[in-house]
């Protein structure tokens, strides 16, 4: 079993996800991460526990992680109260985190501090708690978040401390409770909040919250990957069921060939981590009706690269990060991002490329119907034949879905 340390797997989630809130909310870039460095040098200054200073930072990493998936159910299912009743509108995103967080190998019981990061000190947040009952890191995690997004800290000011100021003066006591922005006070002096617009956040806040080194067994990975997959999935309606596709159909071939329980699980996890370089990708991209013009392909393209750049960092995830970033390599050269040939390309890269096809084929999207498994293995087997991918794995393929 390969050591990771959980700290890696947050950060690609933080690259990953910056995209998202940049792109669904307008915050500006690194906003988790301002708001994760925040919360962390007050858990420092709360004097909370090792295990509590990481799991609270990894909730203000991804505080936000069901923002796609919430903003899809929203406008896709009409039905959506009766499946999450008493939650308001407003806090969907809240109860949806926080339950994806169950995902997370976390040692602390996490969920309300997703759960209730949007909470007022007054009771008028979306569940109506009180300071008293909103545990202390969702507390914190809310008043960085407004802060950031209020005041835009990615942009720094001669005033700007002037404005903090005034900003939480005023809302003392309605949104932010005085325990909360005491602790504020005390945690971050005017340069660290200066240095919050700094290029090297991401090295700032791994360097503030404390490593974690575990050996994951495959399900657990299996667990955490399933979440960046919701995140991928939710962010279009165009995508909406292709990683979690590709992740099973992968399992699913893995099992096929016998491979060690632990393979198979890690063959999962690269399937599902395998297009969460689309995060990067704009939604007026990704969801154009039309054919994409020279430009935005080249755009689209980058999505595998973007991939290997979240991936490639987390330490243990050598072999998934290969597996997963491949699948647009073909056999004669002619793929992306590498342009990778036969001689260069394994077993679970070649795979890798076949469910990725295969998957996109059958997969229903909101212009067209999925094809059927009899169409999609003629187009596979023409690829085939075009020399692009694997004969003998397509052949599996079909005997597997067929
Ligand atoms: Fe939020
Ligand atoms: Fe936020
Ligand atoms: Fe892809
Ligand atoms: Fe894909």
């Known amino acids: 079993m390969n050591t990771t340390r959980f700290n890696d797997i947050l950060a690609a989630f933080s690259i990953a996800l910056d ?12 906003h988790a991460k301002r708001v994760a460095y925040i919360t962390a040098k007050m858990c420092q200054t709360a004097h909370l526990s090792q295990d509590l200073q990481i799991d609270a930072a990894a909730c203000a990493l991804l505080h936000d992680n069901a923002l796609t998936e919430s903003q899809s159910t929203l406008r896709g299912d009409k039905d959506w109260q ?47 708690l009180t300071t008293d009952a909103t545990p202390l890191p969702a507390r ?8 950031d997004r209020t005041l835009n800290l990615g942009m720094w000011t001669p005033d700007k401390a002037a404005v903090i100021t005034a900003y939480l003066d005023q809302n003392r006591g309605n949104v932010f409770d005085a325990a909360t922005l005491e602790l504020f006070q005390d945690a971050l ?26 050996a994951y067994s495959g399900s657990e990975l299996a667990h955490i990957a399933t979440l960046f997959a919701r995140i991928t999935d939710y962010k279009s309606s165009f ?25 198979v699980e890690r063959y999962y996890v690269a399937g599902a981590l395998h297009d969460v370089g689309k ?10 009706p039309g054919p994409l013009t020279k430009d935005e392909y080249t755009i689209m393209k980058k999505h595998a690269s973007y ?28 793929g992306y991002p590498f342009g990778l040939t036969a001689k260069d390309l394994t077993q679970p890269e070649r795979l890798m490329a076949c469910i990725d096809i295969y998957q996109a084929l059958v997969e229903d999207r909101p212009y067209k119907e999925g094809m059927t498994h009899q169409t999609t293995m003629k187009i596979l087997n023409n690829m085939v034949n075009d020399g ?3 004969g003998g794995i397509t052949a599996d393929i079909d005997t597997v879905f067929g």
């Open 82 to 128: 009766s499946k999450w009743p008493g939650i308001p509108e407003t806090g969907l995103h809240c109860a949806m985190g926080a339950r994806n967080m169950a995902n997370l190998p976390t040692t602390s019981d996490i969920r309300g501090f997703i759960r209730f990061h949007h909470e007022n000190a007054d009771g008028s947040g979306p569940f109506g």
């Open 140 to 147: 914190m995690i809310h008043l960085a978040d407004q802060l």
């Open 19 to 30: 995209q998202v809130e940049h792109e669904m909310l307008g915050v500006s870039d690194h």
């Open 239 to 263: 995508t909406c069921s292709h990683s979690m596709g590709i992740a099973n159909k992968a399992r699913r071939m893995a099992a096929f060939y016998h491979y060690d329980p632990e393979v």
């Open 189 to 214: 002096s005017v340069n660290d909040l200066a240095a919050l617009s700094s290029p090297t956040i991401d090295a700032m806040v791994a360097g503030l919250i404390p490593t974690r080194d575990i």
């Open 388 to 390: 692009q991918i694997d």
């Open 279 to 288: 995060l990067m990708i704009p939604n007026r991209i990704l969801e154009k």
């Open 307 to 334: 991939s290997f750049k979240v991936l490639n960092p987390i330490k243990g995830f050598e072999d998934i990060t290969v597996w997963a970033c491949r699948h647009h390599e073909k056999l004669d050269g002619s």
